[in-house]
């Protein structure tokens, strides 16, 4: 098998950010931790993952982001006293949330560089493998996981992927945004790829989402990769290097994204994600018709 075609078993999950959009909540509180209905943000992104197939989970975690290793942990009180009181749907749903023994790692980014320098704390981790990569804070609300449509894209062409969404024109230069062949077609070749381009210069509307398959090579890039926009590390930067080399696919994500980060983004997921449930949909959508 060819390296760039090797199984994907291992997640990247950097959440050493700041979380400066989110102040006063996140300044104890990490934002990945911030619940979506009663799931930490965190949660949900390592059950799309998991519904993708992933079997290890690696955390670059940072100061103050503890309680984030403590929540894919056994909480034996927690659990015993679950157990004692006969609480063993509530007990088997805790359970069923842990990645198994040995399924996660945790690493450090002891200064909040960039994204590309929080990936590349991940390399010893990682290994000589291609990986997944998913943005903790960036929700994805569709019919199928978004990365377990990468996974199937990848399985059948190999290569690097990048989950990608129409923005409104006016919105590009907040994002990475790429180029693709055919901007119709659901997977479709990368032709070019920019961090934030200036008003009027993006090459289409379609950015950057948070979910990536990447090859190890991305590592050696990332070891000298200078700052790029807004001073910090950027992955999309090296990732333009790894393109000259490797092929790059985009996958267009038919669904919703929520970016939890933003303040927004959050109240949003948190509607969405209810009005989802058989326990609360109904009467949130009851409360909401009567508020509106
Ligand atoms: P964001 O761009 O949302 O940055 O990072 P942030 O610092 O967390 O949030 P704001 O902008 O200050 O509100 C995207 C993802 O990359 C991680 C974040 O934790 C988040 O999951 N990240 C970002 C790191 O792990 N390290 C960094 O140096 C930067």
Known sequence: MSAQKKRIRKAVLPVAGLGTRFLPATKAVPKEMLTVVDRPVVQHVVDEAR???????IFVTGRNKGVIEDHFDNQFELEATLSSRNKTKELEALLADLPGAGQTSFTRQQAPLGLGHAVWCARDIVGDEPFAL???DMLHHGKTPCLKDMM????????????????????THQYGIVGVEDAKAKVSG????????????????????????????????????ERGAGGEIQLTDSMIKLMAAQPFHAVTFDGEIYDTGSKIGFLMANVVYA?????IGPQLKAELKRLL
């Open 51 to 57: 519904a993708a197939g992933i079997e290890h989970f």
């Open 134 to 136: 998913l943005l903790p």
């Open 152 to 171: 199937d894209a990848y399985a059948e062409r190999g290569g690097n992927y990048i989950a990608v969404s129409p923005v409104p024109e006016d919105q």
């Open 190 to 225: 990368i032709t070019q790829m920019i961090e934030k381009p200036p008003k009027g210069t993006a090459p289409s509307n379609l950015h950057i989402t948070g979910r990536y398959i990447l090859q190890p090579e991305i590592f050696g890039l990332l070891a000298t990769q």
């Open 275 to 279: 009005l989802d449930r058989e326990d």
